[in-house]
């Protein structure tokens, strides 16, 4: 009899166009996700995020079964839950007489330190989500005396192609942060957030989290946020005709009263998986092409998500699992107390920690 081999998906792997998935037999391969206590307080994460992560995970189990995967799925309520992915991973190869774990490579070196300690043979496969490889960016780094972002996130346009006229940069410039620094006027009326209803699998979610994690920073409630990637593409689409033609003049703005001003808030559904950043950012192209929105607010958006997300990535893994652990302004004082209360006379940093508390959310300029 052939054994099945595990195909473990992680919670910021949510799609069916990840690699391990690709690669996984649906005959005789079982699909393993698990919530577990060890990834919601490894540091105590926002109620708002565990929530809505968990919540993506079940809407994600369901959509696998319906194209016809088995998925064995492990609630962090469960009475049989080990509450760490390694123990998950243990239970279910010895449930199923799985020697192998094919997993879409962690984006984070916890994790895979982790997978590595696995008594099983243990596959992991390149993420090839991002638009550049680790290696591709290695090779990039090789000589540099100095890694600018904005020379890789150059190398990056001429891959893609995004916002290029043949070889040359369209408006005959790469970047035009310069027109992303105006003040927004006193009084402005900036579109509301993309809102979504929650359906019963949310619902059951939120009584869980609000909970199981009461002690943590944040607020589980209220919870509008999408879970499933057709929710995260209509909050893209609303996001380009509402809010994208004036993201870029204001882009580098704080105002008092105003978390999101015209802010995109889609980095969660990147993040996990909802959304492909290279799709998200064809479509916001498409609004310069077609006179929707400017050149500046479109070169703005693209310029976060493959300049800065790309780069920062590459910077994680070149550094290595050590850089966690580097210090180089020997920082040492402990943080105040307002960056939890945000009790504090300093109106950025106050406006700043209210409002993550309550929406796990603050830009990229906070």
Aim: aromatic residues 12%.
């Amino acid at each position: 009899m052939v054994k099945p081999n595990l195909i473990l998906v992680l919670g910021d792997q949510l799609t069916l166009d990840l690699a391990a998935i690709r690669q996984a037999d649906k005959s005789k391969d079982v699909i393993i996700m698990a919530e577990a206590d060890a990834e919601a307080e490894y540091v105590n994460h926002h109620p708002k995020k565990i929530a809505f992560i968990f919540s993506a995970m079940r809407h994600f189990a369901n959509t696998l079964r319906a194209s016809g995967w088995k998925v064995l799925y492990s609630k962090v309520d469960d009475p049989q839950n080990s509450q760490n992915i390694l123990g998950e991973i243990l239970r279910y190869a010895d449930e199923v007489g799985a020697n192998e774990l094919i997993v879409t490579k962690p984006g984070e070196w916890r994790l895979i330190e982790l997978l590595n300690e696995a008594p099983l043979e243990v596959k992991m496969i390149e993420d090839d989500r991002f638009i550049a490889s680790q290696v591709e960016f290695e090779n990039w780094a090789h000589d540099k005396k100095t890694l600018r972002m904005e020379f890789f996130y150059r190398e990056m346009r001429r891959k893609t192609g995004l916002l290029m006229d043949g070889d040359k940069p369209i408006g005959d410039k790469w970047n035009f942060d310069q027109e992303n620094r105006k003040s927004p006027p006193k009084k402005i009326i900036t579109p509301a957030p993309t809102e979504f209803n929650n359906d019963k699998i949310t619902k059951d979610v939120l009584v869980l989290v609000n909970a199981r994690y009461n002690s943590h920073f944040g607020d589980v409630y209220p919870f509008n946020y999408a879970v499933t990637p057709d929710d995260a593409n209509l909050a893209l689409d609303k996001f380009i005709k509402n809010s994208l033609p004036l993201f870029g003049d204001y882009q580098d703005a704080m105002m008092l009263g105003e978390p999101f001003l015209y802010h995109a808030l889609i980095s969660l559904y990147l993040n996990t998986g909802l959304l492909d950043p290279l799709e998200t950012c064809r479509k916001v192209e498409k609004a310069f092409i077609t006179g929707s929105a400017p050149l500046n607010a479109v070169e703005g958006f693209i310029r976060q998500i493959i300049g800065w997300r790309e780069y920062i990535r590459g910077i994680y893994f070149l550094k290595g699992p050590d850089y966690i652990n580097q210090n180089y302004l020997n920082a040492k004082a402990k943080l105040p107390s307002f960056y939890w209360s945000g009790d504090t006379k300093m109106q950025c940093i106050s406006q700043a920690v209210l409002q993550t508390k309550k929406y796990s959310y603050a830009h990229h300029i906070q």
